[in-house]
């Protein structure tokens, strides 16, 4: 038995007005994988919870294959959850730790052979006699999952199952955790902070900030068609290039994004997703290339849709397979609130609903109301480049290259940028090329 999991417009308030999640809408369909993801502190583990009847909803309602689930305790949700800190009894060996839960759901029955059972399919049978002092915690961790899984629950809720584990490990389990729920065919609701585990899990990634749902869809339309700037920098590794730029759509002559210092040209005849900037003459945007999108080579090299800048070697990564290349284009980047520092930062008090105009627009921006999703300062002009960000090199423009490149520091390097894989966001940081509306190749 598999459910779906529905939430309306849910939303959790703490003690003293913390908006852990707001106004969270998300259908999850029976048999899914859908991973929840975002920084610490945005409200995942309160989602999870909300799922779980562990925590009471504050606004909206929670429905379990399409029944109103709110006021249903616990036990009476069929749902089981794998916690971060494994949870173990310590007093108890691995079999009776996978059988508890068996025993007080029906009590007077040998849980014996589902225990068994569970525990030749998590190949975890030589740890039963064992308590959870005696394992490592890799070992503990397919223990807690055999507690979940031995009791046939129709969904599971992890979260961040594997961060407690060195990376190796965390590789290893996240394989056998994509195994075995598919086996099992059982709705999961995954958290975790981590992109790369959650691009590799997920049939659907939903992306939070300050308790607020940015996007959800499959991880390819993440990557591909972010929703906005906040989406396009959490996810993929190099992050993505976010540099200010402003539009210039001259009417005899080539529309260019100019990065302050240099521009790009965007080729003749304009792509529809570049005419459509063209709305935009004057102002400033973000934009937003991925490593990929730029590569080392001589303008007499471009394809049509590639255009030239250079670049000053800054700093080289070796990688083994690959290189990555920070340079100096002249630009400056536009800065991520969150992503910036290893912490979050104290998120400013949100209002609730507001009236008029600027509470619709809010409405309508939804991140906003979380603070802002990008920090620009002043508008700049082509003429005066931006002053470098502090603590940041100044237009920083990450390429990957293969580690045939001899690059030093200090070099001047012919750059390539691909402008069919050129996003630009407004200065709220949504994304307006490529235009919002899904690609049909990229729907569901
Ligand atoms: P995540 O799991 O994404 O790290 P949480 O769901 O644990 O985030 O927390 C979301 C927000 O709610 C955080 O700002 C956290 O400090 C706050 N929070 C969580 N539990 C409580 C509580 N019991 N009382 C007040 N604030 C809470
Ligand atoms: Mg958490």
């Known amino acids: 038995m598999t459910r779906a999991i529905s939430l309306h417009d849910v939303s959790k308030v703490h003690a003293k007005g913390v908006r852990a999640v707001d106004r969270l809408s998300l259908d999850i369909h029976p048999g899914e994988f859908l991973v929840l993801l975002g920084p610490s502190g945005c409200g995942k583990s309160t989602v999870l919870r909300m799922i779980a009847g562990l925590e009471p909803v504050t606004e909206g309602e929670v429905y379990l294959d399409g029944t109103y689930a709110n006021d249903l305790?616990?036990?009476?949700?069929?749902?089981?959850?794998?916690?971060?800190?494994?949870?173990?009894?310590?007093?108890?060996?691995?079999?009776?730790?996978?059988?508890?839960?068996?025993?007080?759901?029906?009590?007077?029955?040998?849980?014996?052979?589902?225990?068994?059972?569970?525990?030749?399919?998590?190949?975890?049978?030589?740890?039963?006699?064992?308590?959870?002092g005696q394992l490592s915690g890799g070992e503990r961790q397919r223990v807690a999952m055999g507690r979940a899984i031995a009791r046939h629950p129709s969904a599971f809720l992890m979260d961040e199952p594997l961060s407690n584990l060195d990376a190796k490990l965390r590789n290893h389990l996240r394989a056998e955790i994509s195994r075995l729920t598919r086996e099992l065919g059982v709705t999961t609701v995954y958290v975790t902070h981590d992109q790369a585990e959650a691009m590799s899990l997920g049939d659907r990634v939903a992306v939070l900030r300050g308790g607020i749902l940015q996007q959800v869809d499959s991880p390819r339309a993440v990557y591909a068609l972010p929703r906005n700037v906040f989406v396009a920098a959490f996810i993929g590794t190099p992050r993505i290039n976010l540099l200010r730029g402003v539009v210039r759509a001259p009417l005899d002559g080539a529309m260019t994004v100019s990065l302050g210092k240099q521009a790009l040209r965007l080729p003749e005849p304009l792509s529809p997703d570049h005419r459509l900037l063209r709305v935009q003459q004057g102002r400033e945007v973000i934009v937003g290339l991925r490593s990929e999108a730029i590569r080392i080579a001589t303008p007499a090299e471009a394809r049509p849709e590639e255009t030239h800048i250079t670049g000053l070697v800054e700093h080289v990564e070796f990688q083994g397979h690959e290189v990555l290349v920070h340079f100096n284009t002249g630009s400056s980047p536009a800065l991520v609130p969150e992503l910036e520092a290893p912490r979050p930062q104290p998120r400013p008090h949100r209002r609730r609903r507001e009236g008029g105009v600027l509470g619709r627009l809010r409405e309508r921006a939804g991140s906003l109301r979380a603070g802002p999703v990008v920090v620009l300062d002043e508008p700049t002009g082509p003429e005066q480049p931006p002053a470098p960000a502090e603590g940041r090199a100044p237009g920083d423009l990450v390429v990957r290259t293969t580690p045939d490149f001899v690059l030093r520091y200090g070099m001047q390097v012919p750059l390539l940028v691909d402008t069919a894989h050129l996003f630009a966001f407004d200065q709220q940081g949504e994304r307006i090329s490529p235009a919002p509306a899904r690609l049909p190749d990229l729907d569901e």
């Open 73 to 132: 305790a616990p036990s009476e949700r069929d749902i089981a959850m794998v916690f971060q800190n494994f949870a173990l009894y310590p007093n108890m060996t691995g079999r009776d730790n996978i059988g508890f839960p068996l025993r007080i759901e029906t009590p007077g029955a040998d849980p014996a052979p589902r225990v068994d059972a569970t525990a030749r399919m998590l190949g975890i049978e030589e740890l039963l006699d064992r308590y959870p």
